[in-house]
């Protein structure tokens, strides 16, 4: 089975078989049909490079259902498509994930790399996540402050608690946000371009209006999975200590460094982008995979391009990256399979 169609850079890899799951009524006869075979869980594949075949059954988290409560709580099956969530939640009077606006990929993935943009990460807005355990054989239900979650990580991509790529631990089945009723709601645009997307308006944008300059700011800068294969971010922004942060911003007065979060009020997140660009990277090309012309955190396939190519390509953008600032960039996407 050919999974081109199955991951946003349209990467033309192999798996043994693809399982489609539409309900958690399945879950329990599927995890006796598979027993110690090798599986592998796939949402939209928006935040995956598959670089070789797979060895495994592919399942597809497919399960649907949204509802709202009237206290704001969001409930949302895995399978449903990020951004049509974020839309309707809106439609639904509810605001909260407007700064998420037109993430690529389905609601199961975003607890799993704890998806972000614009100021506001997911796990500023989850209450809880419902995954099929494989190991126990049953559902769980976890506490936002059970998942582990921290820039683009989670307990449901960390090794030490997923397990290895192909025998996965958790396979999400819905999850739970807390949003606001939209006449109470506080809209949050420090993010420098949301800032000025707004600077001319007095009062604060409505929740809707914020939604509409995320995507347009997203139209503009990132290439739509639907028109050029790509996974967004290829490399997680660097995290350094204060000092080092001073260091370079020393060397390189003009290098964006962002606000440490609370729990990491030592380190300073630096821009992957301009690091890159510095390197010469933007709108470069090898063969058939590239780095995006309009942002050079993004690694797009022009159309016949390979997983092989894609880690080709950003292997030589990590060493030049080490070679001219000392700094490793570690890649966004989970590699499939993993090495
Ligand atoms: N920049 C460059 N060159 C470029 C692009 C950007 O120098 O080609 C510099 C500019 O100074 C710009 C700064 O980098 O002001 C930041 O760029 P941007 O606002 O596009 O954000 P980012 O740090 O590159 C992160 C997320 C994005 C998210 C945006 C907005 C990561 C790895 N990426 O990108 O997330 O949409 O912020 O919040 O944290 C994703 O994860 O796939 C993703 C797209």
């Not at 939604?211 to 800068?221: F, G, L, P």
């Amino acid at each position: 089975m050919n999974l081109s169609q199955y991951n946003t850079l349209r990467l033309p890899a192999r798996a043994d078989r693809v399982i489609q799951i539409d309900s958690v009524n399945q879950l329990s006869e599927i995890t006796a049909a598979l027993g110690q075979t090798p599986r592998c869980i796939l949402g939209a594949g928006s935040n995956v490079v598959l670089h070789a075949p797979l060895a495994a059954t592919v399942l597809l988290a497919r399960i649907m259902g949204r509802s709202i409560a009237e206290d704001g709580c969001l409930t949302a099956g895995a399978g449903e498509d990020w951004h049509t969530l974020v839309m309707w939640s809106l439609e639904q009077g509810y605001a909260g994930l407007e700064n998420l606006a037109l993430i690529p990929g389905t609601v199961g993935a975003a607890p799993v790399q704890n998806i972000g943009a614009y100021g506001v990460e997911l796990s500023d807005r989850i209450k809880a996540v419902t995954a099929w355990d494989f190991k126990n054989k049953k559902l769980i239900r976890l506490n936002a402050s059970d998942c582990g979650f921290s820039y683009r990580q989670s307990i449901f991509r960390d090794p030490a608690t997923q397990g290895p790529w192909d025998q996965p631990r958790y396979l999400i089945t819905e999850i739970e946000l807390q949003l606001r009723p939209l006449a109470n709601a506080q809209v949050e645009i420090n993010y420098a371009d949301l800032k000025s997307a707004f600077a001319h308006r007095a009062k604060p944008p409505s929740a809707q209006e914020v939604a509409d300059a995320v995507i347009a700011i997203r139209r503009r800068k990132l290439p739509d999975p639907k028109e050029i294969g790509n996974v967004g971010s290829f490399f997680k922004n660097p995290m350094v200590s204060q000092l080092q942060a001073k260091h370079l911003s020393l060397l390189h007065p003009d290098l964006p460094q962002y606000p440490a979060q609370a729990s990491h009020h030592e380190q300073c997140k630096i821009s992957a982008a301009w690091l890159i660009e510095r390197c010469g990277f933007k709108g470069a090309r090898r063969g058939d995979v590239g780095v995006h012309e309009g942002h050079a955190l993004v690694l797009v396939n022009h159309g016949g391009g390979t997983g092989r190519e894609i880690l080709a390509l950003a292997h030589e953008i990590q060493q030049a990256v080490v070679a001219k600032f000392g700094i490793f960039l570690e890649p966004e996407p989970i590699f499939l399979p993993q090495r």
